[in-house]
């Protein structure tokens, strides 16, 4: 079938013609030939690479190849317990990735589940049933409330027909069809309300409809495409990573060959420098780095559970602390979906209604205060009338106010009761006798009242109808009969509260005697007045934006809603200041090279498809930002996916939109979005710390072997010691360090530049500075030692503590890469305490323990020993936070961080 069609703009004549059917349907032989031409209507099935490469997949890093590689080595040699642990973290690591993956993906499979499995079908002039997936274009269908939609259709005929559209388009609430022919060709998919699509609903009303698309050619089938079509990409971690482990394992090779050449010009033993200079290469590479990763992003998702927000993808909890940009949809997440009236226009005058969503809380003031209901009976009056022509309930459940029944409806029973007006009492006063229900061709709902000596009528719906429906208006004197200049002073009063961005619903009421005619219940009515209302912003969101700017976080608003709604909201959460807002009927007419110029200066985008979502996204990521986008329908599934952080809605969000996404937010907020990157960015950081700790502590201990080896000293560490230290330092005390909480002053600097890397000049200057301060303290020591006529294995077991010593200091001075520990608290990390302690026991253990000393070289050391290691401990703790508080003041000033 032609899908450049544009069937809505059509009449329904020229759609038959053009299908070669009619109201009859076609023929069950027709019905077989386009069967086999178009395909069963149904969603392709994603082709499903076999588990097992999967699996292997998680071992194509860089850094995992390297560790391999190190522990076949010291496998080699005869370090087991080393290559077991490399073997077991590389293991974990994998089958973590693994798991991960094996669960995504699964988008487009709960995309299929949502198709609807019959149709009622006109076929040959006979109404039948047949399953859905043999339907095809030119079909003649049936719809009643309840069905699911079987395909994309134009519609034929409508009675009160009525859809629910939330997963496909975000529309929050039923959008009534129609079967005339529309004029916009470019309108967006919200506004052709003479189509309805597969897989929304019908919730109201019935109807009949031509098939004009099925399959791969739904919107659906669509979204199903982009999604096959759009590609994950590797986070700036798991970039960084790859890139470092690329340069550590070239190093590592580098400095360990030299070395061993080195030592083999100078006499010492083939064998022996062999063994030493693998040690020395394994030494160098970070084995423990895959854990302490994983560690750390399993410890921020369990800490981010408590903040409302569940991962499904580990690497996504760092990649949303790189984030600058958060596109967010406006209902229900900036926004609390709680419609709420805002402002109350009766009998000429004006009221503003504080409080937010179903909350009781609040009050009815003017300028001049609160009104009084007993003096104000027109304010009084309305209120009443709003209450009685309503089907919704106002309940509390778990401290929680929540209305049954219709949003719009319900936020007219908050405001009464907000006047003190019980609306149960009311209800029970003026039982309703009759009602005419809201149809799309009157655009109102009517209910009949016995009063206490009559009958009276309650007309609601938009301003215009009931003010074209009404003979008198209500006014401070009382009724009196409305003149076209009361229409106009009324209209004048809508469209200033239109341009607030308040959707308008306006009450009118007419009194009779029991004898009356419903068929004219609806004309010469008493106009009362309108409510304003609108959902208001989240108050929790406007903090949590204020937090977004403060740490160069740029928020934009996506929704499909209106553009002066949008703007009006944007503008009330602090979103909106400077920038653009623009139409998705404004972004069909803008190029891609055009838009990628203006996206960054565009705040809001209004009246938008998942099509216009992909290409604002798309543009976003091209300009080098790091963008995490909300969803919650089947439309915003592609964006989700294509994004770098997919964020769903764990409340209202579809099973598509949370297969897609990296991120599932358990209550909906866009508070809690920015508490996920708070935790992100503390990870990031605490790897990163670690890494300088490695590193540093790494280079330490090859400066200080490169400096004995080229001094013409004996070499101060065997294969089995440089092991040992690696094995402590970065199992133990490297974990420990993961488990660091966020520091406080994370969420007031901008996001950190995913292209310098996760060793950054600053992190960079700190390792040479903390290796350098390292190697001086354990040389000066064992030089010391030497020159005092101690032996070369006392020499050896000196520098082999002092080194422990000194790198177990370096542990705590990373802790955080500005602030001091004395700023932190020194025992504030118990487990890095923990660490220290358990290091050094295991380290006295080879130190004292008689059949140790052999094989790890060392002997007894003495009381004045253990002064001068400690010594050391004590000055590379005050030259790190020396170091530290230099350093901050220098980047404060440029208000970065390292």
């Not at 969503?357 to 609040?362: A, C, E, L, N």
Request: one cysteine or more.
């Amino acid at each position: 079938m032609d899908s450049k069609t544009h069937w809505h703009i059509l009449n329904k004549e020229s759609i038959l013609e053009k299908l070669v059917s009619s109201y009859e349907g076609i023929s069950e032989n027709e019905a077989a030939d386009r069967l086999e031409k178009y395909g069963k209507n149904e969603i392709e099935a994603e082709k499903k690479e076999h588990w097992i490469f999967q699996l292997l997949e998680q071992f194509k890093s860089i850094l995992i190849v390297v560790l391999i590689i190190a522990a076949v080595i010291s496998l080699s040699i005869g370090e087991g317990l080393e290559a077991i642990a490399i073997i077991i973290i590389v293991i974990l690591a994998g089958i973590l990735g693994f798991v991960q993956e094996f669960h995504a993906g699964k988008a487009i499979d709960s995309l299929r589940k949502m198709a609807a499995p019959h149709s009622s079908v006109i076929r040959d002039g006979k109404d039948s049933q047949i399953p859905a997936h043999e339907l095809v274009p030119g079909d003649i269908i049936l719809l009643k409330t309840g069905d699911k939609v079987p395909a994309d259709c134009r519609i034929l005929e409508s009675n009160n027909l009525k859809t629910d559209e939330a997963a496909l388009t975000g529309e929050s609430t039923p959008i009534d069809k129609i079967s005339d022919q529309l004029k916009i060709e470019k309108a967006p998919l919200g506004d052709k309300i003479n189509m309805v699509y597969s897989g929304t609903a019908v919730s109201f009303g019935r109807g009949k409809a031509v098939v004009v698309g099925t399959g791969m050619d739904t919107e659906f089938g669509k979204i199903a495409q982009m999604l096959h079509d759009t590609e994950g990409r590797k986070t700036p971690l798991q970039n960084n990573l790859d890139d470092l482990g690329k340069r550590l394992g070239v190093f590592a090779i580098i400095i360990a060959t030299l070395m061993g050449l080195f030592g083999i010009y100078k006499g010492d033993e083939l064998l022996e420098m062999f063994i030493w200079r693998v040690a020395l290469a394994v030494a160098v590479i970070p084995e423990a780095l895959p854990a302490v990763v994983t560690i750390s992003l399993a410890l921020g998702v369990k800490r981010m559970v408590k903040r409302k927000a569940l991962i499904r993808k580990l690497p996504a909890v760092e990649t949303l602390g790189s984030t600058n940009i958060i596109c967010s949809d406006k209902t229900g997440t900036l926004t609390k979906d709680e419609m709420t009236v805002r402002k109350i226009f009766v009998a000429g005058s004006e009221y503003n209604v504080s409080g937010s969503g179903y909350s009781p809380d609040g009050k009815i003031t003017t300028d001049e205060g609160s009104p009084n209901l007993s003096d104000d009976t027109a304010l009084k009056k309305l209120l009443v009338m709003g209450s009685l022509c309503n089907d919704s309930k106002l309940t509390k459940k778990d401290d929680k106010w929540k209305i049954l029944g219709d949003p719009t409806e319900g936020a007219l029973i908050v405001a009464a009761a907000k006047a003190n007006l019980n609306v149960d009492e009311l209800q029970k006063k003026f039982q309703r006798e009759d009602e005419i229900p809201f149809s799309s061709e009157t655009k109102r709902m009517s209910t009949i009242h016995r009063g206490e000596n009559s009958y009276f009528a309650v007309s609601k719906g938009a301003p215009e109808i009931i003010i074209e429906s009404c003979s008198h208006h209500f006014t401070e004197n009382g009724v009196e009969e409305i003149s076209d200049e009361d229409k106009k002073r009324i209209y004048e009063v809508a469209d200033s509260f239109g341009k607030e961005a308040l959707r308008l619903l306006a009450i009118g009421f007419k009194e009779f005697d029991e004898n009356y005619d419903i068929n004219s219940l609806e004309r010469g009515l008493t106009f009362l007045g309108f409510f304003g209302m609108i959902d208001p912003p989240r108050e929790e969101a406007k903090e949590a934006i204020q937090k977004c700017e403060s740490a160069g976080i740029k928020p934009i608003m996506i929704t499909g809603d209106h553009k002066v709604t949008a703007i009006a909201v944007a503008k009330e959460l602090g979103i909106l200041k400077e920038g653009n807002a623009l139409e998705g009927s404004e972004l069909e007419d803008i190029n891609d090279e055009e838009f990628e110029r203006i996206v960054d200066k565009t705040e809001v985008f209004a009246r938008i498809s998942p099509s216009h979502k992909m290409k604002i996204v798309e543009a976003l990521m091209h300009r080098g930002n790091i963008v995490a986008m909300t969803g919650d329908g089947v439309n915003d599934a592609p964006s989700l996916k294509k994004s770098d952080i997919g964020i769903a809605m764990g409340i209202k969000g579809t099973d598509v939109s949370r297969e897609a996404a990296d991120m599932i937010l358990t209550d909906d907020n866009f508070a809690s979005i920015v508490s996920a990157v708070e935790e992100g960015r503390s990870i990031f950081e605490n790897i990163r710390k670690y890494l300088v700790y490695l590193l540093g502590g790494n280079m330490g201990t090859v400066i200080g072997l490169v400096f004995a080896l080229f001094w013409g000293l004996p070499i101060p560490l065997i294969a089995v010691q440089i092991l040992f230290i690696n094995f402590i330092m970065d199992g133990i005390i490297a974990i420990t360090l993961s488990v660091e909480p966020p520091e406080p002053d994370i969420m007031k600097v901008k996001p950190r530049n995913v292209k310098e890397g996760i060793l950054n000049k600053p992190a960079l200057v700190l390792i040479t500075a903390t290796s350098l301060w390292t190697a001086f303290a354990t040389i000066l020591i064992y030089v010391v030692v030497l020159n005092n006529g101690f032996d070369q294995r006392h020499a050896m077991t000196m520098y082999f503590a002092a080194l422990i010593f000194a790198r177990l200091a370096n542990s705590f001075n990373c802790r955080s890469l500005m602030d001091t520990s004395f700023h932190l608290g020194f025992f504030s990390n118990k487990p890095l305490i923990l660490g220290n302690l358990v290091t050094i026991g295991l380290t006295l253990t080879v130190i004292y323990i008689g059949f140790l000393n052999q094989p790890f070289h060392t002997v007894n050391l003495s009381v004045e020993n253990w002064i001068i290691i400690i010594a050391g401990w004590f000055f590379v703790i005050i030259c790190g936070e020396i170091y530290k508080t230099v350093q901050k003041s220098i980047l404060a000033k440029s208000g970065e961080r390292i």
